[in-house]
């Protein structure tokens, strides 16, 4: 019986070869010895799943000849594609199976083609190859990611055109952009490089927080798209702008650092309702800002942010002793600009308690403002 005759949302189980009827289930309960194949799970993904669905793939690699495109959930039924270790034998898989890195994640082999995932979807633990356009698609809204990694050759890494997309503690590696965002994307502790424009904003809204980008000749260019939100990443050896602009309007950069950027920020149309402030600035030289639309902000700080292993394979963008990066940046536990110390960081919670609630400062995930 094949899984799209259930009228229930099932949890199924998919490994490289398949097992017993393909179906991923046994009586409609998970089990491993029906697994999907590849070939079946990308026929029931890309035509028979239904909102509430969950794979769990078996790490092992997936070589496809076929787009995947993926079908949309819905909000209290949201579908779930997740990696699990080899050899897993929970039915279903608990966390303790779930795929972690390299080591373990199930790789999807793309070739010249995307996998594409719809709204209301959730996936986590893997890593991809492409040649496609876009490596990984997020065409619907609402769609996390989470823990994947793509190399895309030919394109862009991770592209989101749905709205309200998540990528979190993501590695994107792309020949043109390694991200470009939808409208109100979220980026956070992701590890970006290696490509022309690390993350492109390809619509109006979008946060990036505490991420690393790393020899993007482009850091983040924001061209002419407004509102956005910069909050303790590293932009670390762009050979042309850490951040470009043109005519974009209303960004905020705070605890930021910027190092080893031959310009730190620019943008080619004067606008003036940017705020940056809190930022380091490690070049050590006049072209971390041009143009008078952008100010440095009177909290700014310049100095060597001495990260351990600049250049180092794999980069290590934690910081030396001494790091101008120490103790620095915007404080959540101080109300600034009135003349009491005391600032109240959470309904109910005592003016001098920060246990409760209240992040000391915001800061880079692994390095940058601590």
Known sequence: ??????????????????????????GGVFDWQNAMSMAQFITDINASVEG?????????????????????????????????KTGTT????????YSVNDADRPLFAMAGNAFSLGAYNQ??????????????????????????????????????TGTNGFLIDC??????????????????????HDA???????????????????????????????????????????????ISGTTGEHCIALNNTFEDCVIGVEWTTVVE???????????GNTDDIVDTDVIWGNNRVEGDPLFNGDGANPPDFTLASGSAAEGVGLQMTVNTGVASADYNVNIGVAQN??????????GTKNGGKQ
Not at 273 to 283: E, K, Q, T
């Open 1 to 26: 019986m094949s899984a799209n005759a259930w009228a229930a949302p099932l949890q199924m189980a998919v490994t490289v070869a398949g097992a017993g009827d393909g179906s991923g289930v046994t």
């Open 171 to 192: 590695d994107a590696d792309g020949s043109t952009d390694s991200v470009e965002t939808g409208s109100f994307t979220t980026l956070i502790g992701c590890y970006v």
């Open 52 to 84: 509430g669905d969950e794979y769990y793939i078996e790490d092992g690699t997936y070589t496809t000849g076929a787009a995947i495109v993926g079908l949309s959930g819905g909000a209290i039924n949201v579908v779930r594609i997740i990696g699990v």
């Open 353 to 362: 308690e920060l246990g409760a609630g209240g992040n000391p400062r915001h």
């Open 123 to 160: 996936m986590q633990n893997f890593s991809f190859t492409s040649t496609h356009a876009d490596g990984v698609h997020i065409n619907g809204n609402f769609t996390t990611v989470y823990n994947c990694k793509v190399v895309n050759t030919n394109g862009i890494g991770f592209h989101f």
């Open 273 to 283: 309702d940017h705020w940056f402030d809190f930022n380091l600035w490690g070049n």
């Open 90 to 97: 929970n039915e279903p898989p608990v966390f303790s199976d």
């Open 196 to 242: 022309p424009i690390g993350i492109d904003m390809g619509a109006t809204a979008a946060t990036i927080i505490n991420c690393i980008i790393d020899t993007c000749p482009t850091g983040i260019d924001i061209a002419t798209r407004d509102n956005l939100t910069i909050i303790g990443n590293v932009i670390f050896n762009s050979s042309t702008r850490g």
